[in-house]
């Protein structure tokens, strides 16, 4: 009897990879009109969602809530500041910037949010998101 190899759909992190490739290309699609990629959302919307809870947001703030690496998000965010979505001013400490996202970034956050919103209703399965979520959640604590 031949030993049967188990095949790449057969192994949870090619599958997650190609799920997380799929989701990427559908969101980029959606976020043209916004002249945005997903890692750019995703940055602009972290800021926005941190400004509402933090009279502070640096740039560490935001790719600590993110997970992201700080360098590339200083990279965004001088994008951004460039494109007028974030302003930076002296923060509190002498060695980093305070964000204040802009009002066009912060109408930009908000109708990108909205047209995500939709997309990720059509593409996760309503009847599975609580238990999708928890499990994702407990994936990211590993």
Same mark, same amino acid.
């Given at each position: 009897?031949?030993?049967?190899?188990?095949?790449?759909?057969? +192994?949870?992190?090619?599958?997650?990879?190609? !799920?997380?490739?799929?989701? /990427?290309?559908?969101?980029?699609? /959606?976020?043209?009109? =916004?002249?945005?990629? %997903?890692? #750019? +959302? +995703?940055?602009?919307? *972290?800021?926005?969602?941190? *400004?509402?809870?933090? #009279? #502070? !947001?640096?740039?560490?703030?935001?790719?600590? =809530?993110?997970?992201?690496?700080?360098?590339?998000?200083?990279?965004?965010?001088? @994008?951004? #500041?460039?494109?007028?979505? !974030?302003?930076? !001013?002296?923060?509190?400490?002498?060695?980093?910037? *305070?964000?204040?996202?802009?009002?066009?970034? /912060?109408?930009?956050?908000? %109708?990108?949010?909205?047209?995500?919103?939709?997309?990720?209703?059509? =593409?996760?399965? @309503?009847?599975?998101?609580?238990?999708?979520?928890?499990?994702?959640? +407990?994936? @990211?604590?590993?």
């Amino acid at each position: 009897m031949r030993n049967k190899r188990l095949g790449p759909d057969n +192994y949870a992190s090619f599958l997650i990879w190609q !799920v997380a490739n799929k989701w /990427e290309k559908r969101v980029n699609s /959606e976020l043209k009109e =916004f002249d945005l990629t %997903q890692a #750019e +959302y +995703y940055q602009l919307a *972290s800021l926005f969602w941190l *400004s509402q809870h933090q #009279e #502070e !947001v640096t740039q560490t703030d935001i790719a600590k =809530f993110a997970d992201t690496i700080p360098m590339n998000t200083s990279k965004i965010m001088t @994008k951004f #500041e460039k494109k007028g979505l !974030v302003k930076r !001013v002296a923060g509190s400490d002498s060695r980093s910037k *305070s964000l204040s996202i802009t009002d066009n970034g /912060e109408h930009i956050a908000i %109708q990108a949010t909205a047209k995500l919103n939709c997309l990720n209703e059509q =593409f996760f399965d @309503k009847d599975d998101d609580r238990n999708f979520l928890n499990h994702l959640k +407990y994936l @990211k604590t590993k």
